[in-house]
């Protein structure tokens, strides 16, 4: 893989999220490009004091790291198989999804989400994420509709040999 921009994809462990994943994997093999599948995360405000630890000790920050660790794991292996494609890479960052999400999209290609459609938001066709990426990246935003899914054969084509011939965005 060469040393450009890659394409950053936004994970949660949702349909729409695995779409607009196996959607990046196979865009990033034709434009030659590496693909960082991120998934962001926060502390609950539940950590108010030694109570709810005590009580649940699985709210600790670092068993909740843990358990986004392998939601994150579980989703990419879900989308592209036990074998990790050439050039994707999994993050797991801490912070507010939508500030993280567009601070990465400053050094990417493109920004990669699902339309989000299982949330009731600001737009009935779009998600808070989306919505909230939309109006804050750096790189162009590319939102995978419900409606787009790989065949399986396109599926084995996106993990294949690299076309030829660059695609075209419309």
């Not at 994970?11 to 999220?17: F, L, T």
């Not at 607009?20 to 034709?30: I, K, M, S, Y």
């Amino acid at each position: 893989m060469c040393a450009e921009k890659p394409l950053v994809v936004g994970v949660h462990g949702s349909e729409s999220s695995a779409r607009a994943l196996r959607w990046a994997v196979r865009e990033a093999r034709q434009r030659h490009r590496e693909v960082r599948a991120v998934m962001v995360w926060s502390r609950h405000a539940v950590l108010s004091g030694p109570g709810p630890l005590l009580m649940n000790p699985e709210l600790a920050p670092h068993h909740m790291h843990e358990q986004y660790r392998r939601e994150l794991s579980k989703a990419v292996h879900a989308c592209v198989g036990e074998q990790l494609p050439p050039g994707l890479r999994t993050e797991l960052l801490e912070g507010q999804t939508v500030e993280v999400l567009s601070e990465l999209s400053a050094e990417a290609a493109m920004l990669v989400l699902g339309d989000g459609r299982h949330h009731r938001g600001i737009n009935p066709t779009m998600g808070h994420i989306a919505g909230g990426c939309l109006r804050r990246a750096r790189c162009p935003v590319v939102i995978v509709p419900h409606d787009v899914e790989l065949a399986p054969d396109e599926q084995d084509r996106a993990w294949g040999p690299a076309p030829d011939h660059d695609s075209v965005l419309g």
